[in-house]
C-alpha cells in the first residue's frame, strides 16, 4: 500500500467519523455488541491509519484524533438527537490511544525483530567452533 493511500484512507476515515458523529442517527452503523466499542473500534482505526500515514508526527496525530473526539463530542451538543457524554469521549480517545500505538508497535516490530535476530544468532557458537 503506497503512503498516498494510507494519507487518504485516513481522512476518509475522518471525514466518516465527523458524518456518523453528527449526522442522522439511523446512519450510524452497529458493528459491535457495544456502542462504546463501535466508537473506540473506530478512533482506534483513525489513529491507527494517522499514525501509518505520517509516522514521525505521532504528538501531532495524538493531539489530532483526541482534539478531533473532543470537538465531534462537543458539536453533538447542538444537534437535537445527539447528546454528548463524558464516556463516550473517553472511550473515544481511548481508542484512538490504542490505535496509535498498535501502528507504532507494527512500524517498529521489523526493526526489533532483525535486532533480536542478530543478537539471538551473536549469542551462538561462531562458525569456528
Known amino acids: 500500500m503506497t503512503r498516498a493511500i494510507v494519507i487518504a484512507a485516513a481522512w476518509a476515515c475522518l471525514a466518516l467519523i465527523g458524518f456518523l458523529t ?11 455488541h457495544s456502542s462504546g ?5 473506530a478512533y482506534a482505526a483513525l489513529g491507527f491509519l494517522f499514525a501509518i500515514a505520517y509516522p514521525r508526527r505521532l504528538l501531532a496525530i495524538a493531539i489530532l484524533v483526541i482534539g478531533c473526539a473532543v470537538a465531534l463530542e462537543a458539536l453533538q451538543l447542538l ?20 490505535g496509535i500505538i498498535a501502528a507504532v508497535t507494527v512500524h517498529r516490530l521489523p526493526t526489533a525483530f532483525w535486532k533480536l535476530w542478530r543478537r539471538v544468532g551473536s549469542d551462538g557458537p561462531d562458525e569456528h567452533g
Not at 466499542?37 to 473500534?41: K, M, P, Q, T, V
Not at 444537534?79 to 490504542?98: E, N, S, V
Open 22 to 32: 453528527l449526522g442522522p442517527v439511523h446512519f450510524r452503523p452497529h458493528i459491535f
Open 79 to 98: 444537534t437535537p438527537d445527539r447528546d454528548a457524554r463524558l464516556i463516550d469521549l473517553i472511550m473515544k480517545a481511548a481508542g484512538g490511544a490504542l
Open 37 to 41: 466499542l463501535d466508537r473506540s473500534a
